[in-house]
């Protein structure tokens, strides 16, 4: 578990100027009472780091005061700016998700004009607030890393009567684990093997989309053989359809193959959960993930409520 310590709160009338130090802060559900960036917005409550700051200081060759980049929140303990979008922070009763990392500084920023060389753009970040409460200086935050939730259905007769290994399930997680893992973000997998039953795969997705899992991705069922179900059975059940992922990959690779424009995959929406169906070759698995994880962390923001650009 990983702890780091509240060093000072801090808040400020205006955007874009320094904040003043404060003993206690309310946190509501906008951000700090009375301070200018509590809203309805995803940026809500600020955070840098002493680590940071003392960086700032090396640059500049001068010393900063807690709240002269404008945070609301100064910590010591941990290296903020290497925390992922909805990681969560705790303290006592008061929990906050980041939502972004980094910004732009407001024309004419008085911080950027008193620093000469402000780091709050490249490693201070910033949070929504989840359960509102009250903080003191010296209180500690413990770090709740957003675990990622995936599962991948493989539909295959053959395989899940042992007739032979499955191996595009396997090739899916993999290729996932690794993807995350270069993000720093924790990944839990579950993985099933079915017969090309479309009653079965209806009740497993509604299973894992009803638990909110991040993803669900399936392999096989998806060509014009009479038990490819796949597409058939998860087109009824999404609630929005993203039809341009799917067709940019049948272009891409079916004017080099042509048989790869026989694939009928679907992407779209569940509830909360992002469903993808990818054909049963480790070949195809491979080509489909490689256009699919371009979009899958903006896609997370965005069903997660956090949509800017």
Excluded at 170 to 189: I, K
Aim: charged share 25%.
């Amino acid at each position: 578990m990983i702890q780091f310590t509240i060093k000072s709160l801090n808040i400020s009338a205006e955007k874009g100027t320094v904040k003043q130090p404060l003993e206690s802060v309310v946190i509501t559900e906008e951000g700090l009472k009375a301070d200018a960036h509590a809203g309805k917005w995803h940026r809500q409550v600020s955070l840098l780091g002493t680590e940071s700051i003392r960086k700032a200081e090396e640059q500049n060759n001068r010393s900063f005061a807690f709240g002269d980049f404008g945070e609301n929140i100064t910590t010591e303990g941990i290296e903020l700016y290497k925390t992922n979008i909805l990681d969560r922070f705790q303290s006592g009763e008061v929990i906050l998700e980041v939502t972004q990392i980094g910004k732009k500084c407001h024309k004419g920023c008085e911080i950027m004009k008193i620093s000469g060389n402000c780091i709050m753009p490249v490693e201070g970040i910033f949070c929504r607030v989840i359960r509102t409460g009250t903080l003191n200086v010296n209180d500690t935050f413990i770090y709740l890393p957003r675990v990622i939730r995936i599962a991948v259905i493989t539909l295959s007769d053959r395989a899940f009567e042992g007739v032979y290994e499955d191996k595009s399930g396997p090739m899916a997680v993999r290729l996932l684990e690794d993807f995350f893992s270069g993000q720093g973000r924790p990944v839990h997998f579950e993985r099933q093997v079915i017969p090309d039953n479309p009653d079965q795969l209806g009740e497993i997705i509604r299973r894992y989309s009803g638990d909110e899992f991040d993803f669900i991705f399936t392999t096989g069922g998806t060509g014009i053989g009479l038990r490819d179900i796949t597409p058939e059975v998860v087109k009824r059940m999404i609630d929005k359809e993203i039809p341009g992922i799917m067709e940019l990959i049948r272009y891409k690779y079916g004017s080099v193959h042509p048989n790869a424009l026989l694939s009928r995959g679907v992407a779209g929406v569940i509830g909360r959960s992002l469903i993808y169906t990818l054909p049963g070759s480790v070949k195809a698995v491979h080509e489909y993930l490689a256009e699919i994880t371009k979009t899958m962390e903006h896609s997370l923001r965005m069903l997660s409520g956090i949509d800017f650009h």
